[in-house]
């Protein structure tokens, strides 16, 4: 066995490594036994552990005991701190944080900090103890020691490796501070994993366990991952299993808490019309963050739910307050945000170059994917054919606040037995930039050849390999036209019948679009550049014929074609990158 | 996990053209142009099939190879 060859056979004993997502809203940590990711709970039950830490009495509070902090003990509550990792202080927006603890300059303005009042205050002296100012990356690492520490005491063994969540915009400085702070807290960081790309492969690992057949079959899907704070979408390419990420779409703005938002306003109007003498709970910082951790509960119950309490006690002025809300009601008031979703989701398919009817799956992924009014309005805005992969339109769905970190444990698990620096190399540009297929390759089909079917698709990397089979019916000698594909998106009008019931009796009255014929928009493929010729002989009647793609490194490309059980085929060769007429093979 | 590239074939349910009467050519192949230029892109370093084509990079391995 050759030094190389053992490379893939090397199992390393010693290493325990999680799949860690760390937001800025909330963190998880899973594991994979037997193929299988599972997320972990920590010692209080939360598989959704609140990113955010808390000094009390010189003791240190994390997740959801932290985030109730928020309303008695503000300025020594640190939240919403991942995206300032890394980052200038004039680069970072405090926005997040106005409710807990406010960044701060630090280190000459190259990072930032917060202080806090982190020790006990001494029981004899009046004074108070001395604050502490904690960079932010020295709060990663303590918020990731004690992910570390959960995940230690679930699996009964030290962790000490981890891959590690990120935002698809995370550049290389940020990286350098995430592999810093959470080597602190005792964490190697085996790999970085974008969180879009993480969550289709925990989809694609949950799905790959209950089909029959091994090879994932190649789709263009649009991962929608919806924060609390923020808002990414990446569309990517799957072929064969191998994901290329063809455009990405941030909103910095748009998230969960713009949900909140909506239910807090709603909240504090209807409180002061109750108690017309109590002043407005949004003026006061106690009584608003009273209101917001309440409206995020409500919001999360009407995503399951048709209506939700708000029940708050002494909220402002000593009264007390309870609202119901309703889905609907809800879904109205918020109808803006809702559809900002949808925009920029649409804005990021358009980046990719490509037409709606391109995308073939909508993963939505993050928590705020739970919300049902989102999908739904994706699921009309994409036509029929794409099928959106949330909880309330798929039976397939995987809790969307899940489905990052999965993608990350799977990925621990794949790697675990190399070693880092062989990790690394494989994640270099010498091994990932790879040529792609400019367009699709396929046959071109039907007796007039007016049609023309898939072969390889477009975005497809090389080298790749495709098997078709077509069947002759008649028999005879057939042609195979090897060509390359386009894309079409066919307009047509469709008459609608004239009549079709009360369908559209009560609702649709102001809309008159609904005589005129309704406008299809269709997929269709055309052949393009004819690559190669190919003639088989003597097809049995009923016969099926083969055809094999092969595409090199290089681009040149084999062609083998057969009947199948027959003897003897074509083969041939197409040089790379030089057009050869009547070349032979 | 024997993760390889082989995948089940394709059915196409279109037919094929029937062959020109008067067409020909040497072995029955013509090689008419090349593929079009293609386009550079990053594959994202993860899950078990990409895994599997690094490794047949690494290792110089044809598709049929890395299959036996
Ligand atoms: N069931 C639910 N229904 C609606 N919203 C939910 C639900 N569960 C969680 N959320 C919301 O999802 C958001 C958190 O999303 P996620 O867990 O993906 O956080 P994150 O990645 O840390 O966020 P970010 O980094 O954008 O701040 C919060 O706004 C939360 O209220
Ligand atoms: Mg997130």
Known sequence: MSAEEAIDEVQLPARTAIGISFGNSYSSIAYTSDGKAEVIANEEGDRQIPSILSYVSGEEFQGTQAKTQIIRNPRNTIAYFRDLLGKGFKDIDPTPCHASAHPVEHDGGKTVAFVVQEKAAEEESEKEAEKSTLSVSEVTTRHIRRLRQSASDYLGKDVTAAVVTIPSDYNDVNKAALTEAASNAGIEILQFIPEPVSALLGYDAKQSLTETSSSPSDKVVLVADLGGTRSDVAVVASRGGIYTTLATAHDYELGGSSLDKVLIEYAAKEFMKKNKKASDPRENERSLAKLTLEAEAVKKALSLGGSASFSIESLADGHDFSLSVNRTRFELLANKVLMSFTRLIEAAVQKADLDILDIDEVLLSGGTSHTPKIASNLQSHFPESTVVIAPSTSSTAINPSELTVRGAAIQASLINGFEVPEIRSSTEAVVTVTPHLHHAIGLVTGEGSNGFAVLVNAETPVPVRRTAQISVKAGGDVILRLAEGVRDIKVSKEEKPATNGNKHDDEDDEDDSDDEPEEVREKVWKAGKILAEAGLRGVKKGGKVEVQVNVAQDLGVTIVCREVGGKGGVRGVLDAGRAEANGSA | ?68
């Open chain 2, 1 to 68: 996990m024997a993760i390889t590239a082989k995948m089940a074939p394709i059915q196409i349910k279109a037919s094929l053209p029937s062959l020109p009467p008067d067409w020909s050519a040497d072995k029955d192949f013509k090689a008419i142009s090349s593929l079009s230029q293609p386009t550079n892109r990053s594959l994202e370093p993860v899950g078990p099939h990409f895994l599997a084509h690094a490794r047949r990079k690494r290792h110089h391995r044809t598709f049929s190879e890395d299959e036996r």
